[in-house]
């Protein structure tokens, strides 16, 4: 039976608060799947604190590392030991400690160009699924994790795109991006991104008021299409709120 739809958002104190909701809620999600899990990480700062966090004894101990293979959204297209990649942030602060090497899955940038990092990460993603085609009623991810930027993008899903209009491919190039930095980004798809039990969006901060506001009243930004064939959750701090 396909999932039933779901909109949420949950607003709490501050940043502190909104990792810990969010690593309760990893957990939660974890608790409810007795097999392989597949978790869709997002880059940016919005989940740092939550990244420390599962390292964190308390956290990293509840966390059946040989069954959780970690995704990430999107990739900024640079070397994997460049500061601004993405899925090395997320290896540096918990990964690498934690999780078993063939559990991690980053998106490559040793390729020719962000196409090529695409069809590459898009094979992997099916083999990983054992599927050409999403099947509604069997989620790719069981998780994933998402940020909204100052111009109401998404993973590198960027206002009016080609890459978001994507119906076919799970993965796109993304050759320029709208907002710093300013490098060609690899994005999944909003089909992709969608196949998942649930989908959590962290903003936090005063300086995403605007964007928060923008999102209630223009339906067609990047980070409203996005949403889960289940849950889809805006977790939000009392800064970005406002009120
Ligand atoms: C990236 C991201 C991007 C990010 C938003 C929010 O590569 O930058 O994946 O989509 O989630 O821009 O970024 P902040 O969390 O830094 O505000």
Redesign the pocket.
């Known amino acids: 039976m396909p999932m039933a739809q779901k909109l949420q958002r949950i607003v709490v104190a501050d940043q502190a608060a909104l990792a810990t909701t969010a690593a309760e809620r990893l957990l939660a999600r974890i608790g409810t799947n007795a097999w392989r899990i597949a978790i869709c990480l997002?880059?940016?700062?919005?989940?740092k604190q939550l990244y420390q966090l599962l390292a964190s004894d308390a956290y990293a101990k509840q966390i059946p590392w040989d069954r959780v293979h970690w995704f990430i959204?999107?990739?900024?297209f640079v070397p994997a030991s460049d500061p601004l990649n993405?899925m090395a942030m997320a290896r540096k602060i918990f990964l690498d400690r934690f999780a078993p090497k063939d559990r991690i899955h980053p998106i490559p940038t040793d390729v020719a160009d962000p196409d090529e990092s695409a069809q590459a990460y898009e094979r992997e993603l099916k083999s990983f699924y054992g599927a050409d085609d999403l099947d509604p009623v069997r989620p790719l991810f069981d998780l994933v994790l998402?940020?909204?930027?100052p111009d109401g993008?998404?993973?590198?899903l960027f206002p009016d795109y080609p890459a978001l209009a994507e119906t076919k491919h799970w993965v796109a190039g993304v050759p320029q991006a709208h907002?710093e930095p300013f490098v060609p980004?690899v994005t999944l798809t909003l089909p992709a991104l969608a196949s998942c039990r649930e989908m959590l969006f962290e903003v936090a901060g005063q300086e995403?008021r605007a964007i928060l506001d923008k999102l209630s009243k223009d339906e067609s930004l990047p980070a409203n299409r996005a949403r889960s064939l289940g849950e889809t959750v805006f977790l939000v701090d009392q800064a970005a709120a406002g009120g």
């Open positions: 997002t880059g940016g700062s919005s989940p959204g999107d990739e900024r993405n998402m940020g909204v930027g993008h998404t993973a590198s907002v980004r995403k």
